[in-house]
């Protein structure tokens, strides 16, 4: 793989990752809302689940998701179930008190799940994986997972931008109505989310 080709893989990995998207949003309102404790925790859980799923595309998996639609429809519905259930949670907590302390009544562990099972759930990663990021190498060309670890680290170093940037709105989030109000707007944007990815198929 040649070097412009490299860079045209940076650069396209780079804009995929500012585009705004579930993980942005989410990593943003839990870093702001829980700490920057749990958001960096999330990231490690979203960082395995991409690892995962390139590691899946590399034994093949990735390839019969993108060649029977059924089973790309049915991890996308699952994701979308997982959404809604995540905006029913954000909902419900932001009524309970506890939720609006410091750590907002949750711990790392809580963070690192959502994370790993949201993008375990991911389809278009393993469509990625499978299908934009063999277009980057010549035939024959083995060097899949050395791309599959440069797209893990850009996107980690996005996640954790935004974990840092997030985190530091702790401080005018420590109101109880704020973080309430915080809690809403999380549900409702996940709710927005879950619903523009069920009618997009």
């Given at each position: 793989?040649?070097?412009?080709?490299?860079?045209?893989?940076?650069?396209?990995?780079?804009?995929?990752?500012?585009?705004?998207?579930?993980?942005?949003?989410?990593?943003?309102?839990?870093?702001?809302?829980?700490?920057?404790?749990?958001?960096?925790?999330?990231?490690?859980?979203?960082?395995?689940?991409?690892?995962a799923?390139?590691?899946?595309?590399?034994?093949?998996?990735?390839?019969?998701?993108?060649?029977?639609?059924?089973?790309?429809?049915?991890?996308?519905?699952?994701?979308?179930?997982?959404?809604l259930?995540?905006?029913?949670?954000?909902?419900?907590?932001?009524?309970?008190?506890?939720?609006?302390?410091?750590?907002?009544?949750?711990?790392?562990?809580?963070?690192?799940?959502?994370?790993?099972?949201?993008?375990?759930?991911?389809?278009?990663?393993?469509?990625?994986?499978?299908?934009?990021?063999?277009?980057?190498?010549?035939?024959?060309?083995?060097?899949?997972?050395?791309?599959?670890?440069?797209?893990?680290?850009?996107?980690?170093?996005?996640?954790?931008?935004?974990?840092?940037a997030?985190?530091?709105?702790?401080?005018?989030?420590?109101?109880?109505?704020?973080?309430?109000?915080?809690?809403?707007?999380?549900?409702?944007?996940?709710?927005?989310?879950?619903?523009?990815?069920?009618?997009?198929?």
């Open positions: 793989m040649g070097a412009e080709g490299f860079a045209s893989f940076l650069l396209t990995v780079l804009v995929l990752e500012l585009t705004p998207g579930p993980n942005m949003a989410w990593l943003a309102l839990l870093s702001a809302t829980a700490g920057r404790g749990a958001g960096l925790a999330a990231v490690a859980g979203i960082s395995l689940g991409l690892a799923q390139a590691l899946l595309a590399a034994l093949g998996v990735a390839a019969l998701i993108a060649a029977w639609p059924g089973l790309y429809r049915l991890l996308q519905l699952a994701g979308v179930g997982f959404l259930f995540l905006a029913w949670e954000s909902w419900r907590d932001a009524g309970n008190p506890a939720h609006h302390l410091p750590g907002e009544g949750k711990d790392g562990r809580a963070g690192f799940r959502r994370g790993l099972v949201a993008n375990l759930l991911n389809p278009k990663a393993a469509l990625f994986f499978v299908v934009v990021l063999p277009g980057f190498l010549p035939p024959g060309d083995s060097g899949a997972l050395m791309l599959a670890a440069v797209y893990l680290g850009i996107a980690t170093a996005v996640h954790l931008g935004i974990v840092l997030a985190g530091g709105l702790r401080g005018w989030l420590a109101d109880p109505a704020v973080s309430a109000r915080m809690h809403r707007v999380q549900a409702l944007a996940l709710t927005a989310v879950a619903l523009w990815l069920y009618v997009r198929g």
